[in-house]
């Protein structure tokens, strides 16, 4: 069975930066594909970004040049960082992991707020 468990959600002002992370236990990590989703409230949970087992990242349009993915293998944990943040960024952040055989794996999630 699978783990996931984010952390390092927060408060923080517009304009500034956080680093979240997943760290992973119980599977495969270095064989999985691991992306962050967000959900803010009251709409639909959105893909954000994806890294592969090689390492190859892709981002959603909204974050893209502003958040950058990556995992540590040795660590089993996976990273988002996130600048030049705005308001509508707020949400509950989640990671999930797709192992090989192509099951899914979801974190509880972390929350994320921006404001002052």
């Known amino acids: 069975q699978v783990q996931l468990v984010e952390s390092g959600g927060h408060l923080v002002q517009p304009g500034g930066s956080l680093i979240l992370s997943c760290a992973a236990s119980?599977?495969?990590?270095?064989?999985?594909?691991m992306a962050w989703y967000r959900q803010a409230p009251g709409k639909d949970r959105d893909w954000v970004a994806r890294i592969t087992t090689g390492g190859v990242t892709t981002y959603a349009d909204f974050v893209k040049d502003r958040f950058i993915i990556s995992r540590d293998n040795a660590k089993n944990t996976m990273y988002l960082q996130m600048n030049s943040l705005k308001p509508e960024d707020t949400a509950v952040y989640y990671c999930?992991?797709?192992?090989?055989?192509?099951?899914?794996?979801w974190g509880q999630g972390t929350v994320v707020t921006i404001g002052s």
């Open positions: 119980g599977g495969n990590f270095r064989g999985s594909v």
């Open positions: 999930k992991a797709t192992l090989p055989e192509g099951t899914h794996y």
